[in-house]
DNA sequence: GTAGCCTTCCTAATAGCATTAGGCAAATGC
DNA sequence: GCATTTGCCTAATGCTATTAGGAAGGCTAC
C-alpha cells in the first residue's frame, strides 16, 4: 500500500488553501481526505480533532498576516507606515479570505501566547510611536485601529458596502486619511 | 396528536434566543425540534431550510437593533448622538451575541433590501449631519464608522482584548472621543 | 539482514446533522 | 358534515466527525 506522505504541514497548508477557495467555516477533514486521497480516518494519525486542524490554520494566517505586515511597514513612520500596515492588512484579507477568517477565531488562552498575535500588537504600537500617544491611551488607539482595519476588511467582506456606488478602496484611503488626522490630534482626557 | 404549536414566528425567536446561548454558528434544526418537542423534519414544514431560518433570525435582529439604536439616538445631537448610537450598538451585540452574528451573516440582495439594514446606514447618516460632511466623503465616514463599531465589539467578543489589563469600557470611550475628533476634524482632500 | 517497533494507513462502527418523500390526523372553511 | 389544508409523523439518504482495532510500510538496533 503506497502511502501518501500526509503531514500535519501539509494538512494545514491544504486546508488554509481549501478555506481560502471555499470559506473556513466549509473545510472538512472528509473534503481534505479526499483532496489526499485517504480515508477520513486516517487524518486522525495526523491531527487530533477538526478544532486542532482550524486551530493549526489561524496560526499559520496570524504569522503569515505578521511577516506581510511587517515586510510592508518595515522602514517607514508616521502616517506612511499607517498606510504601508493598513493596506498590508487589508490586502492579506483579501487575497486570502478563508486564513483571514482563520486568523479571526478565537484561540484558547495558552495558544494565542504562542501565536503571532502577539507581533501584532507590536506592530501596531510601533505605528503610534510616530504619534506620541502616552498610555493607556496607547492601547485604547491600538484597539481603535484593529477595530477599523478588521471591521472594514469584514464588512467589505460580507458584501455590507455593495448598496452604495461609492469606490471601496477610496473610502478605505479616506478612513486612513481620518484615522491619521484622529491620530494626530488624539483628544486630551475632558 | 396534540399539535405543538410551532410557527415560523415562534421557531425564529427561539433559534434566536438559542443562538444568544450557545452561538448562532451552532444553532440546529435538530436542537429546535428537541425544544419544541417535535420532529426535525416536522420543521420543514414552517421553513424552507436551515438557512432560510437563520436569515429569519438576521432580519429580527437587524430589525431589534435599529430600533434600540433608535430610541437611544431619538432626540440628540453631534457627539451625543455618535456616543448614543455606539453605546447602543455594543449593548446590543453584548447583550444578544447571537443574534448579533446574526445580523452580520451575508444576505442576498434581495433580502438586504428588505431588511432594516437601510435603516441603520440611514441612522448612521443622521448622526453625522452634525459634523457636516459633504458627500462622497459622508459615505466614508459612515463606513468608517461601522467598521469601528462593527470591529471593535467583533474583537471584543472573539476576546481579542483580554491580554492587556486595560479597561475595555474605558478603551471603548476613548475610541469614540478619537471618533469625535477625526469627525470634527475631517480633513480636506490632500 | 532481520527482528522489532513506530507510524501510516485501512475497515468498520457510532453518532449528529440536514433534507426529502409519502402518509395520517387534526384544524379549518364552507 | 365534508373536503381541504396544514402540522406532524416515519423512513430513508447522505454528509459530517470521531473512535477502535488491525495490517503493512519503513526505520532502528543488533
Redesign the interface.
Known sequence: MVRAGVTVERLTRAAAELADEVGF?RVTVAALARGFGVKEASLYSHIRNAHDLKTRVALLALAELADEVAAAVAGRAGKDALVAFADAYRSYAKRHPGRYAAA???LD?ET??ASA??RH?EMTRAILRGYEIPE??Q???V??L???????V??ET???????L?DVD??WA??L???????R???PL?
Chains 1, 2 share one sequence.
Open positions: 467555516d479571526r477565531m478565537e488562552p494565542a501566547r498575535g502577539g500588537a493607556p491611551d492601547t485604547d488607539a484597539r481603535m484593529g477595530s477599523v482595519f478588521h471591521g472594514y469584514s464588512l460580507a458584501g455590507a458596502f455593495q448598496h452604495h461609492r477610496a473610502s479616506r478612513t486619511d481620518a484615522l491619521d488626522s484622529a491620530l490630534n488624539w483628544p475632558a
